[in-house]
């Protein structure tokens, strides 16, 4: 990226400890960028800017939850983005007129930014480019979110695969893919008239926001409600959290009370079962360890895998528990420990499927 993340990283630092106006300083440094992917994923000037805004209040209002070393260009590319696929989905459900988008009555799909004549190039060539850069745009916008949200950070804002694939969770491979994949349904769209030297009509700038308080900046009222997948990414968030410390309480217990566990449960300690729940409890912390990062994870076939291995290792427990149960060989404490166990089993198997349905989507 064209910033330097150590200036990024000291200014986020300073803003941390109570200066404000660091966070000019990062308005100055980033409103541009922002606002020009903004600006190419909406289509909608206003639009772009109440969202480059509120990506700002947010790095504001979660200052003091970020680690001091989160990568912040990452972090408000990837904020922004999930701004982006909510407005841009609302505004399909509620559609609107806007002086951004193409005029409809005029052949040429050019919007009101670029209908003043000019005397730069020849009307008819004007008029072809236009045609064009309409096509390309609208083929563009009805890429996939993952697709076009690859696209645009590569073609346009000129971020390298390892940036891409930071702010949209996925591998530098994965990024490949969806970029080939893109290229190949614009060509499949616009056919013999796909350029990839063809690119959308120049933004207009964005109204600046340095210098404006905290409260000026936040748009007075955010277009439409949350979209689901924000709470569905709060709720798998804190599953995650919640397995992993379930898991932790399990490897504490497997390690230095292995007695009292399995006297809880009806069954007598014996030294080789106490040596076998030692090295059980192993698991259970390799088990948190993966919960705990799942929970920091975007949706990908990594957080699928490990969303998959938490569902077939409580789901196993479960039926164990259940097994060993009806042959007699465990006491009735097991049955609140086996609906635990069932329930964590549900909740990945549907984060899994969930995942892996997104993945599809973005690759189909």
């Known amino acids: 990226m064209s910033t330097a993340p150590a200036n990024d990283l000291a200014l986020f630092q300073e803003l941390q400890e109570g200066d ?17 992917y903004a600006w ?15 990506t700002f209040v947010k790095l504001y209002q979660q200052r003091e939850r970020l680690r001091p070393d989160t990568n912040l260009s990452a972090w408000l590319f990837t904020t922004l983005t999930n ?13 609107t007129v806007s002086l951004d988008a193409p005029i409809d009555d005029r052949e040429s799909g050019a919007s009101v930014h670029d209908s003043f004549p000019s ?9 072809e ?38 702010i949209t969770g996925c591998s530098e491979r994965g990024v490949e893919t969806r ?51 924000s709470r ?20 504490v217990q497997l390690m230095w009370f292995p007695a009292a566990m399995f006297s809880d449960l009806g069954v007598d300690c014996t030294p080789g079962v106490c040596l076998v729940a030692r090295r059980a409890s192993m698991l259970m912390l390799g088990f948190a360890v ?44 097991i049955l609140p420990v086996m609906a635990i166990e069932a329930t964590v089993a549900l909740v990945f198997a549907i984060a899994t499927f969930g995942d892996l349905r997104h993945l599809r989507r973005a690759t189909a």
């Not at 404000?20 to 020009?36: H, V, Y």
């Not at 190419?40 to 509120?54: C, H, I, K, M, P």
């Open 129 to 166: 480019r236009d045609e064009s850069i309409a096509a390309l745009s609208a083929a563009i916008d009805r890429l996939p979110h993952e697709l076009k949200t690859t696209l645009l950070l590569h073609h346009y804002e000129r971020l390298s695969y390892r940036e891409i694939g930071v």
């Open 290 to 333: 993966l919960s705990a990062l799942a929970s920091r994870l975007a949706a990908s076939s990594g957080r699928a895998a490990i969303s998959a291995a938490i569902c077939v290792n409580m789901a196993g427990f479960a039926f164990m528990s259940g097994l060993e149960f009806a042959r007699g060989a465990l006491g009735t404490g």
């Open 40 to 54: 190419r994923y909406v289509r909608n000037t206003a639009d772009a800017q109440d969202l480059v805004a509120e």
């Open 20 to 36: 404000d106006s660091a966070l000019d300083r990062l308005i100055a440094r980033w409103e541009r960028p922002l606002f020009a």
């Open 83 to 95: 701004l982006c696929h909510n407005r841009h989905r609302w505004h399909r459900r509620h559609p």
């Open 179 to 229: 970029l080939y994949r893109a290229r190949q349904r614009l060509r499949d769209e616009l056919g013999s008239t796909f350029e990839a030297d063809v690119v959308p009509p120049e933004r207009p700038r964005p109204a600046p926001l340095c210098g404006k308080p905290i409260d000026q900046i936040r748009p007075l009222q955010s277009i439409g409600p949350m979209q689901p997948e």
């Open 119 to 127: 005397d730069s190039t020849h009307p008819g060539e004007r008029l």
């Open 232 to 251: 569905l990414a709060s709720l798998f968030r804190w599953a995650c959290l919640a397995t992993a410390a379930l898991y932790g309480f399990l490897f």
